[in-house]
């Protein structure tokens, strides 16, 4: 619940996610998508139930130890000014003793598909951006900012809306990708478009702060009437 709410943002949520799995999240803006991404990396108190890492509630952990574990790529980028490599290696963790390489920035630049508009400038990774990344597409700022969620080569990754400001070729292309770089983690994708999500393990589909239906894509089509009305509504857009 925020602060001043009479009604909870999140209600009667349950879920596990294995290694290696993918969770997508889908539903209506003001569903409590984003709210459920933030409270995994402890950014807000929680009024009941709990969280769990490793089997153990994040409210007994330190959260900094946590958050290094965790790969989160918002839906709008955020970029700094300075170099494409100074930005790339401020994913890596920062209480991290682990040297970072340039080819760790490249792997994961290429993972993200961000290194084929990125060995177009003359500069390569040396070229600078402005604040913002305003110097940038919105396509390219999120490519950046998946490979910068990528170098730290993290257990869960939540890619909050992340490839909304993508093509669906470059999307396809990107997942494909991603799929083996990612094998080992866990990953939550949030997701507006179910073409994004389709072949996720599961599916979390939430309408106003509650589950409406968690199960897979052909299954949520027989039994989740929320659900079957997204994807109904994107067939008749598309």
Not at 25 to 46: E, H, N, Q, R, W
Not at 146 to 161: G, N, S
Not at 177 to 192: E, F, H
Request: aromatic share 6%; glycine share 8%.
């Amino acid at each position: 619940r925020y602060d001043d709410a009479e009604e909870a943002a999140l209600k009667d949520i349950s879920f596990t996610l294995e290694a290696g799995e993918t969770l997508a999240v889908m539903g209506d803006i003001g569903s409590g998508k984003s709210t459920l991404a933030k409270l995994i990396l402890g950014l807000y108190p929680i009024e009941s139930g709990d969280i769990l890492f490793d089997g153990k509630s994040i409210f007994k952990q330190p959260l900094e130890s946590i958050r290094t574990q965790i790969g989160y790529v918002p839906q709008k980028a955020y970029l700094f000014t300075g170099s494409i490599a100074m930005n790339l290696a401020y994913g890596k963790a920062q209480n991290s003793d682990e040297p970072l390489s340039a080819d760790r920035l490249t792997e994961a630049a290429v993972l993200a598909g961000a290194d084929e508009f990125i060995s177009r400038f003359e500069d390569g990774y040396d070229h600078p951006l402005s604040q913002g990344g305003t110097n940038l597409s919105g396509g390219q700022r999120q490519r950046l900012a998946m490979a910068r969620a990528l170098v730290r080569k993290p257990r869960l990754l939540i890619f909050d809306d992340s490839f909304s400001a993508l093509d669906a070729k470059t999307d396809a292309a990107l997942r494909h990708a991603l799929k083996d770089a990612t094998k080992d983690a866990a990953v939550i994708i949030i997701a507006q478009r179910v073409s994004t999500i389709l072949h996720a393990d599961q599916i979390l589909v939430l309408d106003d702060g509650k589950i409406a239906g968690l199960g897979t894509h052909s299954w949520l089509l027989e039994h989740c009437p929320v659900y079957k009305d997204i994807v109904r509504s994107q067939l008749r857009d598309a």
